[in-house]
């Protein structure tokens, strides 16, 4: 397949938070702030890329060639924790108030439905190595995307007056539904 | 054997990152020591 379909198809049209809707807990408890949202955004970039890269190599040249496939959940886990596991490192030394206001969503990364997601589909799409890298890019960069155009809305909205039982999460829901309507027609 | 030592090693690097994790967090009270 085209590359640049491969990223599309990662970035728009299956987008990983909007149509698969995996991801949806720090989507939603990230998305108050753009700053903290951007962030946590990079940081999934980051923990996505490399944990599609070292499962893809885990999978093709040690758990296929000894018919060890049933374990590959286990270790895509594992290499996503030990990942993030150095992002937290390196945030905590970087920026301590980043680290304060991403608060218990960095760690729960690693619970993070699109980042397991991610590498599954790649596993499962049987891809080439350049198409997994393309594909998890485009997939984390769509999460990106789409975390920071919720936030830049919820900012917004916070500043207007909303009906109280409207306020917080509601709206954030309603907000997030209509954008998942309009990322159904891309298909 | 060689996905089971993929596994051990995977887990002792998970083991050896969270025990950074949390020195790095640390701040010095006797809290987490006990």
């Known amino acids: 397949m085209d590359l640049i379909n491969i990223f599309l198809l990662g970035f728009l049209t299956e987008n990983i938070v909007l149509t698969k809707f ?3 807990c720090s989507f939603l408890g990230t998305s108050s702030k753009k700053k903290n949202s951007f962030w946590m955004g990079i940081a999934v ?3 996505t890329s490399f944990a599609s890269i070292l499962s893809y190599l885990s999978y093709n040249y040690i758990l296929i060639p000894y018919e060890s496939t ?7 886990i594992l290499i996503i924790a030990s990942l993030v596991k150095v992002v937290e490192l390196f945030v905590k030394k970087m920026s301590p108030a980043l680290h304060k206001n991403l608060g218990i969503y960095l760690p729960l990364i690693t619970t993070n439905c699109a980042v397991l997601g ?3 589909i790649v596993i499962n799409s049987n891809y080439k190595f350049l198409e997994m890298l393309i594909f998890s890019l485009a997939s984390s960069l769509g999460y990106l995307v789409i975390i920071y ?7 917004r909205l916070d500043a207007n007056e909303v009906p109280p ?7 954030a829901l309603i ?9 159904a027609r891309f298909k | 054997m060689m996905p089971y030592l993929l596994l051990i090693g995977l887990i002792v690097l998970n083991l050896f990152l969270a025990v950074k ?10 809290k987490c020591q006990e």
Do not use: D
Request: hydrophobic share 55%; proline share 2%.
């Open chain 1, 70 to 76: 049933y374990l590959k959940t286990l270790v895509f």
């Open chain 1, 22 to 24: 995996l991801g949806l």
């Open chain 1, 149 to 155: 155009v919720l936030a830049s809305v919820r900012e």
């Open chain 1, 175 to 183: 907000i997030a539904s209509i954008m998942a309507i309009l990322f």
């Open chain 1, 118 to 120: 991610t590498v599954l």
């Open chain 2, 21 to 30: 994790v949390k020195s790095a967090n640390c701040k010095g009270c006797q």
């Open chain 1, 165 to 171: 039982s409207f306020k917080g999460y509601p709206l």
């Open chain 1, 45 to 47: 970039i980051f923990v």
